[in-house]
């Protein structure tokens, strides 16, 4: 059973930068994604970025293209998502979440991410 733990998450001040790691417990098949999500008050649950458990980089969401990178340290098990450039609109709770397929890499949809973290909230404040 995997099990995902985000961290990283705080108050930052607009055009700050922020690094939320992913630690990730448990097998996760080759053939699958990781991807950032998150939602803000009011707001869907959207996609951030997914990123191939081999490594290879997906999607961006148009509004963090530039501004987000994500990455993983296999010897860590960990999944990162390093956020700069930092505006009010990247207010939000992030999650971390883990595909149950391929079909997670085709589709970015959250119903078909099995395993989710318990979110780290991010807030941008001028």
């Known amino acids: 059973q995997v099990q995902l733990v985000e961290s990283g998450g705080g108050s930052v001040q607009i055009g700050g930068s922020l690094r939320l790691s992913c630690a990730v417990s448990?097998?996760?098949?080759?053939?699958?994604?990781m991807a950032w999500f998150r939602q803000a008050p009011g707001k869907e649950r959207e996609q951030v970025t997914i990123?191939?458990?081999?490594?290879?980089?997906?999607w961006y969401r148009d509004s963090v293209k530039g501004r987000f990178f994500t990455s993983q340290d296999y010897a860590k098990n960990t999944v990162y998502l390093e956020m700069h450039s930092l505006n009010s609109e990247d207010t939000a709770m992030y999650y971390c979440?883990?595909?149950?397929?391929?079909?997670?890499?085709?589709?970015?949809?959250?119903?078909?991410?099995?395993?989710w973290g318990q979110g780290t909230q991010v807030t941008v404040s001028s």
């Open positions: 979440a883990a595909g149950d397929s391929m079909d997670a890499c085709v589709t970015f949809l959250p119903s078909y991410f099995a395993a």
């Open positions: 990123i191939e458990t081999s490594g290879v980089e997906l």
């Open positions: 448990g097998i996760i098949d080759s053939n699958n994604c």
